[in-house]
């Protein structure tokens, strides 16, 4: 039908009427309007047999095939004209003859004299023949659009339907299969969903970063065995965690108290020695170092790809979990007393595993196959609580109530160097690049340039800075550091503290238990805006980025290419055609901040006013630590649970229950949750199937 021109007047070409078997041949065919093999022009077929006039030249030759409508050739396909010739051969010949009749006299009309002709014979039909009428038409009527249309044009039909729709259409026929589970359908819904939420739906997908690059599962020690001391007990008469300083303990201070060190605490030597750096002690030289050190001679094989349709399986399933509170929960244990801060990283290009390090009220630094759980390092060097960290590829760095910061290869496990300049206990520290701010009991914020090692101090909180984060408002102003820098785990160079220069754009947002979250402009060194709202001490905050936080920009198309590249043994090694580049949407949302209080509230903050945005009530005792991404908010409570919520609905979805004490730190990935508690130990909620 395709090849008609689209101004054609065709008309279906139906099949001639039957005719009779004529009296003296038997050996005649008896040509019928329902022919199975061939509906093709039978004027003179009964004169076949006549072989003295094959050579004649004024024979005719065979007429070309007849033109069928699809409803006629379906009837051909399904022997639906065997059927009713077999029926008709059944009758008497004189009925025969007159039912011929009303067909022939119905074929040779023109197709206004056959709609008279119905609209009289339905008027003379009785219930009992419009009712066959009715059980016939129900499936003559119906037509498989895709046995019609041409391949690309069903795939555009079916490129309107979302993934519920399409899954329904492919459990029709084989046919419709095929063209449901088509890749390019299924690339589309992926860029529709994976990374951002849907405008139709709703739904958004994680993007999965560690299913992104090729990952060997490389085995880790045994464990040792897991230290099983009693935790301390702590006052609650109080919400706040206080310096570990016996003269303050004299004197209960309106801090949260924590208990003096237990005597087998107090006998280790390395914890009560004052020297600022520590040698790696003999634990270090079992082979996970050989696990934790870089390879970059490792060949990275070829990566498979798999059908889109099981990457957008794999990350609904995940999305579900969250959204229904379905997880599995693994406890690590070895830490003696509260964890109060974790990171951990899955995009590492070694190890091959996921790594967890967090830190203690019980001075160490512990170092974690995320996996298996399996301690890999304990950093011991501090001699007071760690209280903050963060770690890359290359460097640790930790912030401790002993006043002191120190810089640690933690893939070898020594120290590099020891930072001093607070005058109490350093609580929260937060670096990129370039800079490095950190957050002291002392009410102070030091700024550290690890380009030159020079710092600065800023001074306008009246009480402990819990919470810093660095921001580049003008990212193009942005320099690189050096190629050997300070914290460089092969030396650095020597500190300067004359050269403090600083990026221009570059801020800092900080938190405090004066209630109040300060803006600063580093390079002027000057408050430019200060949020109030909390009526509690101000515990956390997030910053949730300009590529984090954008909802109407798909993914770039080498993040969904990259997105399928799997090590599953079950992969499809079907390799996808090359798709044409996305190009993102140039509009962008601005940087969200979020904080989390002891007033029991998290809040949403819009940066340019210093207004809140968005207040979130559901936990009843005080908020200790808060994560999001683009997708979800998480929070950590002194009432023992973790709350997942909706940032744009404000609403809990989720409240997940297992801690024996207070959720003291958080950390959020695209399918877990890893969280850190005064119980002494750290649990991973998994959303993975």
Request: hydrophobic share 35%; charged share 20%; aromatic share 6%.
């Amino acid at each position: 039908m395709s090849a008609n021109p689209p101004n054609s007047s065709y008309v279906c070409d139906t099949i001639p009427a039957a005719r009779l078997a004529q009296p003296g041949h038997p050996s005649s065919p008896l040509p019928t309007p329902f022919d199975d093999i061939s509906p093709l022009e039978i004027d003179h077929h009964h004169n076949d047999h006549d072989h003295d006039h094959v050579n004649e030249p004024e024979r005719s030759s065979p007429p070309p095939p007849r033109k069928l409508c699809v409803r006629h050739q379906r009837m051909a396909d399904e022997g639906t004209n065997l059927k009713l010739q077999q029926s008709l051969d059944a009758l008497p010949l004189e009925e025969r003859e007159a039912v011929n009749a009303i067909w022939s006299n119905f074929s040779s009309s023109s197709h206004p004299r056959r709609a008279l002709i119905l609209q009289g014979l339905l008027t003379m039909c009785c219930f009992s023949q419009l009712s066959l009428l009715t059980e016939h038409l129900a499936h003559l009527i119906r037509i498989d659009p895709f046995a019609v249309l041409p391949r690309e044009v069903s795939l555009k039909v079916l490129g309107y339907l979302d993934a519920t729709s399409l899954c329904r259409a492919a459990q029709v026929t084989r046919r419709w299969r095929c063209l449901a589970d088509d890749d390019v359908l299924w690339r589309g819904i992926c860029e529709q969903h994976i990374g951002q939420k849907c405008h139709k739906c709703g739904w958004g997908l994680p993007i999965l970063e560690k299913k992104r690059r090729y990952r060997l599962q490389s085995p880790s020690p045994c464990p040792s065995p897991a230290l099983s001391l009693p935790s301390t007990s702590s006052a609650l008469s109080s919400l706040k965690r206080a310096a570990e300083d016996p003269e303050q303990l004299l004197a209960p201070p309106l801090k949260r108290q924590r208990s003096e060190p237990s005597p087998c605490q107090s006998s280790d030597p390395v914890a009560s020695s004052p020297s600022s750096s520590v040698s790696p002690p003999a634990q270090f030289d079992f082979p996970s170092s050989a696990l934790l050190a870089p390879n970059p001679a490792l060949p990275s094989p070829l990566s498979v790809t798999r059908p889109w349709k099981d990457v957008y399986s794999e990350r609904m399933t995940i999305e579900r979990n969250w959204r229904r509170g379905r997880c599995t929960v693994r406890t690590f244990k070895g830490h003696t007393d509260g964890v109060m801060c974790l990171q951990f990283s899955e995009t590492l290009s070694h190890p091959a595993f996921p790594v967890l390090i967090t830190g203690s009220y019980d001075r160490t630094v512990r170092v974690w196959n995320l996996e298996t759980g399996v301690e890999i390092h304990c950093l011991k060097g501090h001699t007071r609580a760690v209280r903050a960290l963060q770690f890359d590829e290359v460097k640790l760095i930790t912030g401790s109530m002993d006043n002191t910061i120190k810089v640690w290869d933690w893939r070898g496990g020594r120290c590099i160097r020891t930072l001093t300049g607070h005058t109490e206990g350093v609580v929260c520290l937060n670096f990129d690049e370039n800079v490095l701010a950190s957050g002291s009991v002392d009410s102070t914020i030091k700024v550290w340039n690890l380009r030159t090692g020079g710092a600065f101090t800023l001074r306008g909180h009246g009480d402990w800075v819990n919470a810093v984060q660095l921001w580049d408002s003008n990212p193009s102003a942005r320099t690189r550091g050096p190629d050997v820098g300070l914290f460089d785990v092969n030396g650095g160079a020597s500190p300067s503290p004359g050269c403090l220069q600083i990026d221009p754009g570059k801020m800092l947002f900080s938190a405090s238990d004066d209630g109040t979250i300060k803006l600063w402009d580093l390079t002027f060194r000057t408050c430019v805006r200060q949020f109030t709202g909390h009526v509690g001490q101000v515990q956390s905050m997030k910053l949730l980025l300009e590529d984090e936080c954008v909802d109407d920009a798909p993914p770039s198309a080498s993040l969904l290419e990259e997105t399928t590249s799997e090590t599953e043994s079950d992969s499809s090694d079907t390799h996808l055609p090359q798709p044409a580049p996305v190009v993102e949407t140039t509009k962008r949302k601005k940087p969200v901040l979020i904080s989390g209080s002891l007033d029991n509230t998290i809040k949403l903050w819009d940066i340019d006013t210093g207004n809140t945005i968005r207040t979130f009530f559901g936990h009843i005792e005080g908020v200790w630590s808060v994560a999001s991404d683009k997708m979800r908010l998480v929070s950590g409570s002194h009432d023992r649970t973790i709350k997942v919520w909706s940032r744009e609905e404000g609403r809990c979805t989720a409240t997940l229950v297992g801690h024996q004490a207070a959720v003291s730190c958080i950390a959020l990935g695209e399918d877990k949750i890893v969280s850190g508690s005064d119980d002494c130990s750290v649990k991973v909620w998994s959303f993975s199937p």
